[in-house]
C-alpha cells in the first residue's frame, strides 16, 4: 500500500506543474490574427464598417487567449449591425468564423461575412404640429424644407438630422420652444420601406421679453443691453441671438459668453405673442493687455512696435491705446480713446493724438496732430464717421524746409464682411475717405483728398484650401498743385501693402536724384491665390500693378508698372507668417532686382 501510494504522489508531482504551466499558456499567450471582411461591394460601405471594428482598430495588439480573440469578434457583430442598420440596410446579418493558422508561424484567421441585405427606403415622412389651446399654428415646413426625399434610402441619420432641421424651423418662425413629443418609425420587412410620423408640440408663438444680464464685475449692463440688436415685444428670432452673440465675441470683453431662453413664455391673452425671458451669461476677459509685433522687408528696414490697451477704461467698455512704433520709415507714438454709445447708443466719440518721425527717400518730416470725431455703427459690417483733425507738420524736401498747420474734415464709410481679420477666406472690405484741408499757415493753399480701396475674397476649395483674393485703390487730390500739398498727404505706392514688386513709395515720377516725388492721383490693383498645401503650409502666387501721376487724371496709365511674385505661408495660432518675393517686370534705374517681405498675416 504504501508502494502504491508513493508511486501515485511521485506520477502527481511529476505531471502538476507540466499541468498548470501548459493551462496558464493557453489563458495568456497573445493569439496574433488577420481580419478579412467579406460580402460587401460598395467601397464606401466597407470603410464604414471597417472604421467601427475593433477586430481591425486593434489588429496590432493581439488578445491574450481564444477566449478573448472570440470575445473581440463578437463585440464587433453588433457593432457592424447597428452601422448597417443606420445606412439603412435593418435585414442585415453578420456571423464570423476563426480559421487557426495551420503553419508554424500564426496569424490566425478572423473572417467576418456580412451580409448588407436589401437597402430599405423611405416611403412617407409625416409631421403634425400641435399648437397649444387658443395658439395658431406655425406655417407648415415642407419635406423639400427638411431635406427629406421620398425613396432615398432610409439612413437613421436622416431622422436626428430632420428632427434638428424642423426645430430650427419651427424657432425661425418665432416657436423656440417647439419639441418632437412623439415619434413613430416603422420599418417594414416585408416591402423594405420605412415610414416616419412624428408629432411636434409648437409651443406659443413668443417675442423676446425681458432680458437679463449676469455675471458682470466692472462693465455697465446698460453697455450689454445697448448692444441687443432687438426691442422687446419683437418676434422672436434665432438670427438676432447668433448677432447678439457676435457683437458680445466682437467686443473682445468676455472670456465667456452664454445665451439660453426660459423654458417657459407667458402670455396673459392668447393668441397674442408670449413674452419669452433671454438670459445673457458673461464672464469678464481680462480688459488690460500689451501685446508687441516686427516685420521686416528690403524695401522698408525693420518695424517695431509696441502697445498697451484698456478695453473698459471706466466702466463702459471704453477703449484706451497707447501704442509706440519703432522702424527704419516711421517711429513715433499713437493715443486713441473711444467711448462707445456717447449720447446716443451706435454712436462712439473718438479721439486720437500722434507725434511721428518719417524718413523715406522721398522726404523726411516731423508732425503732430490732435483729432476728435464721431463714428455710427449702421449695421454689423457698416460704419460711418465724421471729425475735426488739427496738424502741425515740419518736412524736408528736395533741399527745402517746409512748414504746415493743416485743420481738416476726415469724413469716411467703412464695411467689412470678411470672416477673418489675420487670414480672411470670404467677403469683401470697403473704405471710402474724403478729407478737406484748410491752410491756416505755411505753403499750402488747402486742397481736398479722396481715396477709395476694396479688397475681396472667396474661397474656392475648402479641402484644399484655396482662396483667390484681389484688391484696388484709386486716389485723387484736387485743389492745389503738387508743390503745394505737404508729401505725406500725397499718394504713393510701391511697398508693403501696395506694388511689393517695387520699393517703398517707387512706383511714379521721380526727381532728378531718383527720388519719388509723389502725385496727385494713383491707381493700383492686385491679385493673389492662396495655396494651403498642408494645413500648416501655404503657396501663394501674385500678381499686382500702379501707377502715381502729379496730374489729377485716374485714367493716366502711361506710368502702370506690373509686377509679381510669390509667397509662403505658415499657418499659427495667431494668423499666417507671410515670407513674399516679388519682382518687378520692368526694372528701371534704381530699381531692385527683386523685394523680400516678412511679416505677420495676410498681404492685404
Known amino acids: 500500500m504504501r508502494l502504491h501510494f508513493c508511486l501515485f504522489a511521485l506520477l502527481l508531482g511529476m505531471g502538476s506543474p507540466a499541468f498548470a504551466q501548459t493551462g496558464e499558456d493557453l489563458a495568456t499567450s497573445p493569439v496574433p490574427y488577420r481580419t478579412d471582411f467579406r460580402g460587401l461591394d460598395k467601397e464606401d460601405l466597407l470603410t464604414a464598417v471597417e472604421g467601427v471594428s475593433r477586430l481591425k482598430s486593434l489588429q496590432e495588439e493581439p488578445p491574450a487567449g481564444e477566449a478573448a480573440l472570440n470575445n473581440r469578434a463578437e463585440g464587433d457583430l453588433e457593432r457592424i449591425r447597428d452601422l448597417l442598420r443606420s445606412e439603412g440596410y435593418y435585414?442585415?446579418?453578420?456571423?464570423?468564423?476563426?480559421?487557426?493558422?495551420?503553419?508554424?508561424?500564426?496569424?490566425?484567421?478572423?473572417?467576418?461575412?456580412i451580409s448588407p441585405g436589401p437597402a430599405f427606403t423611405l416611403e412617407s415622412y409625416e409631421v403634425r404640429l400641435q399648437p397649444p389651446p387658443g395658439f395658431a399654428s406655425p406655417q407648415a415646413i415642407s419635406l423639400t424644407a427638411l431635406g427629406v426625399k421620398l425613396g432615398e434610402r432610409a439612413q437613421a441619420s436622416l431622422v436626428t438630422e430632420t428632427q434638428k432641421t424642423l426645430i430650427s424651423a419651427l424657432a425661425s418662425q418665432g416657436y423656440p420652444l417647439a419639441k418632437v413629443t412623439e415619434k413613430k418609425i416603422i420599418v417594414d420587412h416585408a416591402t423594405h420601406v420605412m415610414r416616419v410620423s412624428l408629432i411636434t408640440e409648437t409651443g406659443p408663438l413668443c417675442r423676446f421679453g425681458e432680458v437679463s444680464v449676469a455675471g458682470l464685475t466692472r462693465l455697465d449692463p446698460a453697455w450689454v443691453h445697448n448692444r441687443l440688436p432687438w426691442k422687446r415685444g419683437e418676434r422672436f428670432s434665432p438670427k438676432q441671438m447668433?448677432?447678439?452673440?457676435?457683437?458680445?465675441?466682437?467686443?473682445g470683453l468676455f472670456s465667456s459668453i452664454k445665451l439660453s431662453t426660459a423654458k417657459t413664455a407667458s402670455s396673459s391673452s392668447p393668441p397674442e405673442p408670449a413674452d419669452l425671458p433671454i438670459s445673457i451669461t458673461l464672464t469678464e476677459s481680462p480688459h488690460r493687455s500689451i501685446g508687441s509685433g516686427v516685420k521686416w522687408s528690403t524695401s522698408e528696414?525693420?518695424?517695431?512696435?509696441?502697445?498697451?490697451?484698456n478695453r473698459n477704461f471706466a466702466g463702459g467698455a471704453e477703449q484706451f491705446r497707447a501704442s509706440a512704433a519703432w522702424g527704419s520709415i516711421r517711429s513715433g507714438v499713437d493715443l486713441s480713446f473711444r467711448s462707445p454709445d456717447f449720447l446716443a447708443v451706435n454712436q462712439d466719440l473718438v479721439a486720437s493724438a500722434v507725434a511721428d518721425h518719417q524718413r523715406t527717400d522721398a522726404f523726411t518730416s516731423e508732425s503732430v496732430s490732435a483729432a476728435m470725431g464721431m463714428e455710427w455703427r449702421l449695421t454689423p459690417e457698416w460704419r460711418?464717421?465724421?471729425?475735426?483733425?488739427?496738424?502741425?507738420?515740419?518736412?524736408?524736401?528736395?533741399?527745402?524746409?517746409?512748414?504746415?498747420?493743416?485743420?481738416?474734415?476726415p469724413l469716411a464709410a467703412n464695411q467689412d464682411s470678411s470672416d477673418d481679420r489675420l487670414d480672411p477666406g470670404k467677403g469683401n472690405r470697403f473704405r471710402l475717405q474724403f478729407a478737406p484741408f484748410l491752410s491756416l499757415a505755411g505753403e499750402s493753399d488747402g486742397f481736398s483728398r479722396v481715396e477709395v480701396y476694396d479688397s475681396h475674397y472667396v474661397t474656392l476649395s475648402s479641402s484644399p484650401r484655396v482662396v483667390l483674393a484681389g484688391w484696388g485703390r484709386m486716389g485723387l487730390i484736387f485743389g492745389a498743385e503738387t508743390e503745394q500739398v505737404p508729401s505725406n498727404k500725397r499718394f504713393f505706392e510701391g511697398g508693403g501693402g501696395s506694388v511689393r514688386a517695387y520699393g517703398f513709395q517707387h512706383v511714379g515720377p521721380v526727381n532728378a536724384k531718383g527720388n519719388p516725388v509723389g502725385g496727385l492721383s494713383?491707381?493700383?490693383?492686385?491679385?493673389?491665390?492662396?495655396?494651403?498645401?498642408?494645413?500648416?503650409?501655404?503657396?501663394?502666387?501674385?500678381?499686382?500693378?500702379?501707377?502715381?501721376?502729379?496730374s489729377q487724371n485716374l485714367m493716366d496709365t502711361e506710368g502702370l508698372l506690373w509686377g509679381g511674385g510669390l509667397g509662403v505661408r505658415y499657418v499659427t495660432p495667431i494668423g499666417p507668417l507671410r515670407l513674399d518675393v516679388a519682382v518687378p517686370f520692368e526694372q528701371r534705374a534704381g530699381d531692385d532686382a527683386f523685394q523680400l517681405y516678412l511679416s505677420l498675416g495676410q498681404a492685404f
Open 242 to 251: 447668433e448677432e447678439l452673440h457676435k457683437r458680445l465675441v466682437a467686443s
Open 301 to 309: 528696414g525693420v518695424g517695431a512696435q509696441a502697445f498697451w490697451e
Open 384 to 409: 460711418l464717421s465724421a471729425g475735426t483733425k488739427f496738424e502741425r507738420l515740419f518736412e524736408d524736401r528736395d533741399d527745402e524746409h517746409n512748414r504746415y498747420t493743416l485743420l481738416s474734415f
Open 522 to 550: 494713383a491707381l493700383a490693383f492686385g491679385g493673389e491665390v492662396r495655396i494651403n498645401v498642408t494645413e500648416s503650409i501655404g503657396i501663394v502666387p501674385f500678381l499686382e500693378g500702379g501707377s502715381v501721376s502729379t
Open 91 to 113: 435585414a442585415a446579418s453578420v456571423t464570423f468564423l476563426v480559421e487557426r493558422s495551420t503553419t508554424e508561424t500564426p496569424p490566425t484567421l478572423v473572417r467576418l461575412d
